[in-house]
């Protein structure tokens, strides 16, 4: 410690410079978490996902009914079409089914398609897009031809010709969304690496003889990963709207397992006769979960941006 001049005393120099460098030296991960934290729409999206999230695992401890319980065998016609109550909290189907608990279990298969699909897509996108960015020339030109091809092609028709001819299954549902949906990931992925592969980092490792593998796992996709983040997250909501189209239109989940498109399709026929929670409630369920996965993800594409903190000087 060393006196001011004022007769008081003021920190060692070396404390202050070790500390100016350790704030300079903190991680990309930290710094973006620290910008992710002051964006407020960003954290209720995290906030929305993360109760949904919550519920669709500990779905078994927060609902005592059975999802496929049809509640009229036991209990009659007064089971039918029952308001929101404080036994039924989104109310009762025409079959007397709870359904609080099909929502809680339908968040479960959405977010379960959403993440498969989301997986497939990332596979055959980054694998794609590395190709065509790393190498370019013949293989930049087939692989863009083939994306513009299937963009060329509405996905929800796309989807739809790949799973009517066959039996509607889970597996089935996500692999058919995400042979469709790598497309855009791999055009984000091309993107990043045509920038990324001039770099002097990578022209050093080719110089030093480093084999294609090595340079695109150890150089290349560890400097990409932020975008890629962003995507997946981005690319999430659409793809729970999507499933939840498939099953509205009766290609996607069938029953008795509980699904929001579902929900949806068979409570619009009661709307006219006051039933409304039937649609309602699953209704608001897609819009939360989509909603809080579009702030994220826009939330990330900020914090993960280093130029936001150069010129906000975090």
């Not at 989807?159 to 299954?169: D, E, H, I, Q, R």
Request: net charge positive; aromatic share 12%.
């Amino acid at each position: 410690m060393e006196t001011g001049p004022f007769g008081g005393t003021r920190p060692d120099k070396k404390y202050i410079t070790f500390n100016a460098v350790n704030s300079q030296e903190r991680s990309l991960w930290a710094n973006s978490w620290l910008r992710l934290k002051r964006n407020k729409p960003a954290m209720l999206g995290l906030f929305l996902v993360a109760i949904i999230v919550l519920s669709a695992v500990f779905a078994p401890l927060i609902t005592t009914f059975d999802p496929a319980r049809q509640l009229i065998w036991t209990e009659g016609r007064a089971a039918q079409l029952v308001p929101p109550c404080a036994r039924h909290w989104f109310g009762t189907d025409v079959y007397g089914r709870d359904i609080y608990t099909r929502v809680v279990y339908g968040a479960r298969v959405s977010l379960q398609i959403g993440m498969a699909a989301t997986l497939i897509s990332l596979i055959i996108g980054i694998t794609m897009g590395v190709l065509a960015g790393y190498h370019g020339g013949i293989v930049d030109d087939v692989i863009s031809w083939l994306i513009n091809v299937i963009f060329a092609f509405p996905f929800l028709l796309f989807v739809l010709a790949l799973v009517a001819y066959l039996p509607p299954s889970m597996p089935l549902i996500y692999a058919a969304i995400g042979m469709v949906n790598w497309t855009s990931v791999a055009r984000v992925v091309r993107g990043q690496v045509l920038s990324v592969r001039e770099k002097e980092y990578v022209v050093s490792a080719q110089a030093l003889g480093c084999g294609d593998a090595r340079i695109i796992t150890r150089h290349i996709l560890p400097n990409i990963m932020a975008p890629i983040i962003v995507q997946a997250t981005l690319g999430m909501g659409s793809i729970i709207m999507l499933e939840s189209t498939l099953s509205f239109l009766g290609f996607g989940i069938q029953p008795p397992t509980p699904s929001w498109g579902y929900e949806i399709d068979q409570g619009r026929q009661y709307l006219l006769n006051g039933a409304w929670w039937w649609s309602v409630f699953p209704g608001l369920s897609i819009m939360s979960l989509v909603l809080g996965f579009n702030l994220l993800g826009d939330g990330l594409r900020d914090a993960l941006d280093p130029r936001q903190e150069e010129s906000k000087g975090w």
